[in-house]
């Protein structure tokens, strides 16, 4: 084992990558060295242009050129972890490797799942959608394929079918909510995204639960859902749920529940050991890992006195077909006593949900450019009212000046 490692990072993702540079920027004199098993690292959001061929492994890249030299950070690739011992302060790699450290940050994101379904995990021609491995195999069944069914309508089953649509394949997206990007949207704003992929050519069953796989052998011909209906395919990509990846926990005495257990500090169990990002199972989104990977690298660095405050403030934002969106907070009103307050013309849809005068969710699409207003007002509960003002017209001056 070579000397311990100041700080230590499993995973080159959006937490990782977060990390090291606010461990960085935090210490500068500090040993920092990053583990992931990618070859390549890469941004996840950005994975569908390798199947649209508008970026290689390379220029998927989302750290600045030159950052790991220019701060002298240390980065095993294909490099996959097998265990953590905290008592004795080393993590294990599968291939013989072990490495000390005084603080772990494990930010080893999530795995996409295969459903129990019949047929569907024994076949040959399903894939997930997470790593470059993932793109690449979709990439070749792509070629000279026909038809594609898409399972769930999320991001990750929209990136793909937005990529996949303009090679000529024909495109069906089957998912069990009355809507795409249910965790995202309510129906009428999904809609002005369901138009427009419609028009790409891209077909939707809603509504419809998945409960088969018809198969040649190992090959999946068609995927049929509850109602009996079949939609045929070449090969089918599974973009429904992900797993935080934690398996290699099992055994190290730190608390693993959904997710790795974190305190308000993205503390874990031990008190030498931070989680942050998919791993540690808060939200699924690409900002959030990467403001986790900041705040556990400030009480890496500095003791436990940064709170990680954003559980419910998530924002995920999109941009299919020229359209903008974001989607803040709460995304539907799970009782009456909220009130939707909507604004929208042939190019922009705003809506608000919003009890006794604050904002607990905001969806914007088209023009975003309300979306620091209504962040600040949801992170801070903001009654509306206080500012005097129409709800359209306040401005985020307002908010901070009360
Ligand atoms: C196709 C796709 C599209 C998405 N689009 C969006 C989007 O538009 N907007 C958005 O906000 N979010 C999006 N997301 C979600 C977002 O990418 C994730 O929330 C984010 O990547 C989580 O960051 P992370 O650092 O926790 O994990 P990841 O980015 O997944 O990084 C995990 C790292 O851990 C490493 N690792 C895992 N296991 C091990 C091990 N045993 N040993 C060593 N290393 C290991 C991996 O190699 C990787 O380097 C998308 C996700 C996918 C898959």
């Not at 920027?25 to 060295?33: H, N």
């Not at 993590?91 to 930010?107: M, P, Q």
């Not at 999904?190 to 796989?213: D, H, I, P, T």
């Not at 999109?318 to 190019?347: C, F, H, W």
């Amino acid at each position: 084992m070579n000397t311990p490692f100041d700080y230590l990072i499993i995973g080159a993702g959006a937490a990782g990558m977060g990390a090291a540079k606010a461990l960085r920027s935090l210490d500068q004199d500090s040993s920092v060295a990053v583990l992931s098993a990618d070859t390549y690292m890469i941004s996840r959001p950005m994975l569908h242009l390798y199947l649209s061929h508008e970026r290689d492994e390379h220029t998927l890249n989302f750290m600045p050129k030159g950052f790991l030299e220019n701060n002298n950070v240390t980065w095993f690739h294909d490099c996959t972890i097998s265990s953590v011992d905290p008592k004795k302060k080393t993590v294990a790699a599968s291939d013989g490797r072990c490495f000390g450290y005084k603080k772990l940050l494990i930010a080893s994101g999530a795995s996409y799942c295969i459903p129990p379904i019949p047929g569907l995990r024994e076949a040959e021609n399903v894939y997930g959608f997470r790593d470059l491995i993932d793109a690449v195999k979709i990439d070749k069944a792509a070629e000279g394929a026909k038809k594609a069914v898409i399972i769930g309508a999320g991001l990750v089953g929209l990136d793909v079918a937005y990529a996949l649509a303009p090679r000529g394949i024909s495109v069906t997206v089957v998912e069990m909510a009355d809507r795409p990007l249910a965790l995202q949207f309510p129906k009428e704003a999904a809609g002005w995204y369901q138009r427009l992929f419609e028009k790409a050519g891209v077909r939707f069953a809603l509504n419809a639960k998945v409960s088969g796989a018809v198969l040649d052998g190992k090959t999946v011909t068609s995927i049929e859902t509850e109602d009996g209906t079949r939609y045929d395919c070449d090969f089918v990509v599974v973009a429904a749920g992900v797993r935080p990846n934690c398996g290699f926990l099992q055994g190290s005495g730190i608390a693993v529940e959904r997710g790795i257990v974190v305190d308000d500090y993205l503390g874990t169990s031990d008190e030498n050991i931070f989680a942050a990002g998919d791993a540690a199972g808060l939200s699924g989104t690409w900002e959030a890992a990467t403001k986790q990977g900041v705040c556990a690298a400030h009480n890496m660095v500095n003791g436990k006195k940064t709170i990680y405050a954003e559980k419910e403030t998530v924002k995920n934002a999109m941009n299919y077909y020229g359209l903008t969106g974001i989607s803040l907070g709460m995304v539907e009103a799970p009782n009456n006593t909220y009130r939707e307050i909507v604004k929208q013309d042939e190019k922009d849809y705003k809506r608000l949900l919003i009890r006794d005068n604050i904002v607990y969710g905001a969806i914007l699409l088209g023009n975003i450019t309300g979306m620091p207003v209504w962040q600040y007002a949801i992170q801070n509960g903001i009654d509306l009212s206080r500012t005097g003002k129409e709800i359209w017209d306040i401005t985020l001056q307002d908010l901070k000046g009360l």
